[in-house]
């Protein structure tokens, strides 16, 4: 039986939005052999959690919103995007119950943000580099990661011939600063030392996550197999 995993809307006011991205999640879970189940962002906390209990890991998605920088206690830049407080809102019910049950968590790029955000982490507003992170998805090579050969992300890509600095798509502006509480670092842009990804601690939670897209490069073996991961963690735990 194909695990369930959580995958709340990517926003709440940009249906266009949705139906072009979500799909590309869903079928990274279905190649992975998982199931996706779609969390609305309407409903009260109760009707949601209903939802959520029956899933066995999380998924959180990008979006073209921004976290909203109240809750990591500093003013917008003036580049910050609005934030949509919707999804926010279903995130952190998300990950709540998610690190309440064990349950196993991939973010992606907002997704990202939203997670070292609800650790208590804070959030570099806008990223002024020469390189340009916000290539966007025409661009299937914006720059390398180089991962942590010691990290749980590590681990997943040194699978694939041991490679640990690899090429990535890249579609952001914003990027983990003070890490969260139980977070570290698993790998940063080796040119200028943004944080591309971020990992838990607790060797039995897993929790990655990456800056770049790996849903819109499945046909790498390194991107399916991060959605993979996840998938085996959720069936471990089920």
């Not at 999640?25 to 052999?33: H, I, N, R």
């Not at 019910?93 to 939203?114: E, F």
């Not at 983990?176 to 509480?181: H, K």
Request: include cysteine.
């Amino acid at each position: 039986m194909r695990p369930r995993i959580a995958i709340p809307l990517p926003l709440s006011n940009n249906p266009e939005y949705v139906e072009r991205s979500l799909p590309q999640y869903e079928q990274a879970l279905d190649m992975a052999g998982g199931e996706a189940v779609r969390i609305p962002l309407e409903g009260s906390p109760t009707e949601i959690m209903k939802i959520i209990e029956g899933c066995s890991a999380v998924l959180l998605p990008g979006a073209s919103a921004d976290v909203a920088p109240g809750k990591y206690g500093a003013a917008p830049h003036p580049k910050t995007a609005p934030a949509d407080p919707k999804r926010d809102n279903v995130d952190d019910l998300l990950l709540r119950d998610a690190y309440a049950g064990r349950k196993p968590v991939l973010g992606i790029c907002y997704g990202l943000q939203s997670l070292n955000v609800f650790r208590t982490g804070t959030l570099l507003q806008h990223i002024e580099s020469k390189i340009n992170h916000q290539a966007g998805r025409a661009v299937p090579i914006a720059h390398q990661v180089e991962i942590d050969p010691a990290s749980h992300l590590g681990d997943i890509v040194g699978t694939l011939g041991g490679q640990h600095v690899i090429p990535v798509n890249s579609s952001h502006h914003q990027s983990a600063d003070l890490l969260g509480d139980g977070l570290r670092v698993a790998a940063r842009c080796p040119e200028d030392g943004v944080i591309e990804a971020i990992e838990g601690t607790a060797p039995d939670h897993f929790v990655v996550a990456v800056q770049w897209h790996p849903e819109r490069s499945l046909e790498d073996g390194t991107s399916l197999a991060i959605f993979k991961a996840l998938v085996s963690a959720a069936k471990r735990r089920a």
